[in-house]
DNA sequence: TATTGTTATACTCTATAACTATA
DNA sequence: TATAGTTATAGAGTATAACAATA
């Protein structure tokens, strides 16, 4: 094994070069993470583009729309629905308040948690920028048909709702 | 409009907790970036911990995939391969040099170039973890047939392969 | 002047530990 | 003591600007 194979360590001090400019037949490609990455980019990218106006990230956008789904959700189950660490809610919430979207109300039973809604303003944005999102989505998968666009979304959730305990 | 509609934000200042525990039935299921988002920590999540024992995080193993599939790449060529920045190919090539896996060799034709070659225990590392990669990507789409799997992939290539321009 | 690789820098995202106030 | 929220901090990951060597 060590004397038959060619040598992938070049025998001169230099070479020619070489530029590949994709990843065609590549191992990479047969990769679920790559192309998960490669995919989420690109959504990411549309989305980021749709919401520049607004100034609103990913993970504000979720926000509104769980607690708008859930109004007087607490903290600290936002974060699990969301899959983030409370330390991060903590701003989320924050910047939802300074932008008075949203608002802490302290629960009556548990004083120690407090629940969050969505204000008048922050329920009108929400509305809008659930359909930013939604032509965002579309403009980014413009290759897929309704069909497919369909299928990868069933799929993902398939990928993604199993997660079990660990 | 200040009056008719249900106030989202509460008349009291103090309220009954509202604990949801998943994203079931909010809009936030339909947004492709939140599904792809989760899917991809998931896969994620096994790939890191298939890797853990060599240390080896995506960036890394997809360069030294590139670099398997083209022997003398250059890094201008490898960030473009990868989508990711000259600066980010620096510290991964001198991430691989540093463990032994991948060489730079200057250009003949070009100096300011240079040209990547995995060594021989680089090749042998990269065709173990490629095993190791395709394992995790199994075990994290547990949910999914095999003919599910390739329509995942497919789809998720349509979307991140029309990159056109922007 | 333009390009390859590099350094320095900063900014976002995310995770951890420790603190407070309530329970 | 345990939990909700908070603060502080640190580490990845990523992007930008500026520089040296070469073209």
Redesign the interface.
Known sequence: M?TSKK????R????????????E????????????????????KY?DEAMREYDVR?ALF?AL??I???????QS?LA??L?IDPPRVVNLVHSLEERGLA?R???????R?H?I????S??TLTGHL?GL??QS?LA?????SEI??R???T?????????ETG
Chains 1, 2 share one sequence.
């Open positions: 060590t040598a992938a360590a070049p001169q001090s230099m070479v020619d070069e070489v530029y590949p400019t994709s990843v037949g590549l191992d990479l490609e047969e990769r679920l993470g790559y192309a998960l990455r490669r995919a989420q980019l690109k959504v990411f989305f990913p979720s729309v769980v708008e789904g859930y109004p007087g959700v607490t189950s699990q629905t899959g608002m109300v302290r629960c009556k039973r548990d004083r948690s629940g809604f969505l204000t008048k922050g329920e659930k999102a939604e989505d980014a998968t413009q290759a897929l497919e666009r299928q990868l979304l799929l993902l959730r398939k990928v993604y709702a199993s997660e």
